[in-house]
């Protein structure tokens, strides 16, 4: 097997704020490998907050790249990345993805078969996506509002964690008056204490958000149990819900966990996560970070097994330079189509 690179900026359509940034842009690293002419793609993006930039990305890669040249063929070396003997001690889970991805798009498309048939599901997985409306001016929140509900999109993620909460408060109420028959979730992203959470989940409830992402600060799972236990929302662990010892602290704790494949390590890591929680109470949600299609297809194959799916990184992209998996509607879908289902934007159509 021959592996190669290619990194790209990701530009966004406007900047996204949330509580502790302001995101306009970031690279994806695309992992390509060849096998008897048959090529599979993966993506890994960088992120300030795993701590991850281009250079550290293209580092492990190009060790992995390098790597897979001792297997025969793609289906020993995706088994090798599952036990632990490909990626390497250290690898940052979102390099085990991004090579996973790869790995599961060659072999698919080898044996004719899209990702989610050969994870055992027969019909194509579709999904009602979150879409995510950034910290931003009231007029601009509730403009967005009405025209997610317009184009489809059922499900509306608010982001908050303003210095002061009742701005939050206020863009929840003008997008629920824009969007009155949408879903609402809510995304801190850790911005608030314990206190103002008590104090405000149930004002977000009064005005009919269904749940809530992370509303504390990690590193405190007792705490962010405590608070579910009390809760009037449904909350949703995300910066405190890792990986599956992460998880297997909060199952039953909390209502629901966020799983971003590149946090966890990837889709099997993800499965593994999804079957710990089964029949414990908690749910799951399936997320992402901003990132081409190409970096969302393995979720997208996932989606049947989410109570929430939040992928909607591909949709904030000026430009996406992958297509396939939909979203615009407000729905993303898996294809037939062998391996991820996706296209590179002006590509030649065939098995590469």
Same mark, same amino acid.
């Given at each position: 097997?021959?592996?190669?690179?290619?990194?790209?900026?990701?530009?966004?359509?406007?900047?996204?704020?949330?509580?502790?940034?302001?995101?306009?842009?970031?690279?994806?690293?695309?992992?390509?490998?060849?096998?008897? @002419?048959?090529?599979?793609?993966?993506?890994?993006?960088?992120?300030?907050?795993?701590?991850?930039?281009?250079?550290?990305?293209? %580092?492990?890669?190009?060790?992995?790249?390098?790597?897979?040249?001792?297997?025969?063929?793609?289906?020993?070396?995706?088994?090798?990345?599952?036990?632990?003997?490909?990626?390497?001690?250290?690898?940052?889970?979102?390099?085990? #993805?991004?090579?996973?991805?790869?790995?599961?798009?060659?072999?698919? +498309? %080898?044996?004719?078969?899209?990702?989610?048939?050969?994870?055992?599901?027969?019909?194509?997985?579709?999904?009602?996506?979150?879409?995510?409306?950034?910290?931003?001016?009231?007029?601009?929140?509730?403009?967005?509002?009405?025209?997610?509900?317009?184009?489809?999109?059922?499900?509306?993620?608010? +982001?908050?964690?303003?210095?002061?909460?009742?701005?939050?408060?206020?863009?929840?109420?003008?997008?629920?008056?824009?969007?009155?028959?949408?879903?609402?979730?809510?995304?801190?992203?850790?911005?608030?204490?314990?206190?103002?959470?008590?104090?405000?989940?149930?004002?977000?409830?009064?005005? @009919?958000?269904?749940?809530?992402?992370?509303?504390?600060?990690?590193?405190?799972?007792?705490?962010?149990?405590?608070?579910?236990?009390?809760?009037?929302?449904?909350?949703? #662990?995300?910066?405190?819900?890792?990986?599956?010892?992460?998880? %297997? %602290?909060?199952?039953?704790?909390?209502?629901?966990?966020?799983?971003?494949?590149? +946090?966890?390590?990837?889709?099997?890591?993800?499965?593994?996560?999804?079957?710990?929680?089964?029949?414990?109470?908690?749910?799951?949600?399936?997320?992402?970070?901003?990132?081409?299609?190409?970096?969302?297809?393995? #979720?997208?194959?996932?989606?049947?097994?989410?109570?929430?799916?939040?992928?909607?990184?591909?949709?904030?992209?000026?430009?996406?330079?992958?297509?396939?998996? @939909?979203?615009?509607?407000?729905?993303?879908?898996?294809?037939?189509?062998?391996?991820?289902?996706?296209?590179?934007?002006?590509?030649?159509?065939?098995?590469?």
């Amino acid at each position: 097997m021959k592996a190669g690179l290619r990194t790209v900026r990701l530009e966004l359509t406007e900047p996204l704020r949330i509580s502790r940034s302001v995101m306009t842009a970031r690279d994806a690293v695309w992992l390509t490998v060849e096998h008897d @002419g048959v090529t599979g793609h993966g993506e890994a993006v960088t992120s300030v907050y795993y701590r991850l930039d281009a250079e550290t990305l293209e %580092r492990f890669l190009t060790a992995v790249g390098t790597d897979l040249a001792r297997f025969p063929d793609p289906e020993n070396a995706l088994e090798a990345l599952r036990v632990g003997e490909l990626a390497g001690e250290g690898a940052p889970p979102a390099v085990t #993805a991004g090579v996973e991805a790869a790995l599961l798009d060659l072999v698919g +498309k %080898r044996a004719g078969s899209p990702v989610h048939r050969l994870l055992g599901v027969t019909a194509p997985p579709v999904a009602a996506t979150a879409r995510t409306i950034g910290i931003t001016s009231l007029a601009h929140a509730a403009a967005q509002a009405r025209c997610l509900s317009a184009g489809g999109f059922e499900v509306i993620k608010v +982001k908050a964690g303003t210095p002061d909460p009742e701005d939050d408060v206020e863009r929840v109420r003008v997008i629920r008056d824009a969007a009155p028959r949408a879903r609402l979730l809510l995304d801190p992203n850790g911005a608030w204490t314990v206190a103002q959470a008590e104090a405000l989940l149930h004002r977000f409830a009064d005005l @009919g958000v269904e749940a809530v992402e992370q509303p504390v600060a990690p590193g405190d799972p007792a705490a962010l149990g405590a608070l579910a236990a009390r809760s009037p929302l449904p909350v949703i #662990a995300d910066e405190d819900a890792v990986d599956l010892e992460d998880v %297997r %602290r909060l199952a039953g704790r909390v209502q629901g966990v966020n799983v971003k494949l590149a +946090k966890c390590g990837g889709v099997h890591a993800a499965l593994r996560i999804a079957e710990l929680i089964a029949g414990s109470g908690t749910e799951l949600m399936l997320g992402c970070l901003t990132a081409s299609s190409l970096g969302l297809a393995p #979720a997208v194959h996932l989606a049947d097994r989410a109570r929430w799916a939040d992928l909607d990184g591909h949709l904030l992209l000026a430009h996406d330079p992958w297509t396939g998996i @939909g979203g615009g509607d407000g729905v993303v879908r898996a294809s037939d189509r062998p391996g991820l289902g996706v296209q590179e934007v002006g590509a030649n159509e065939g098995v590469a």
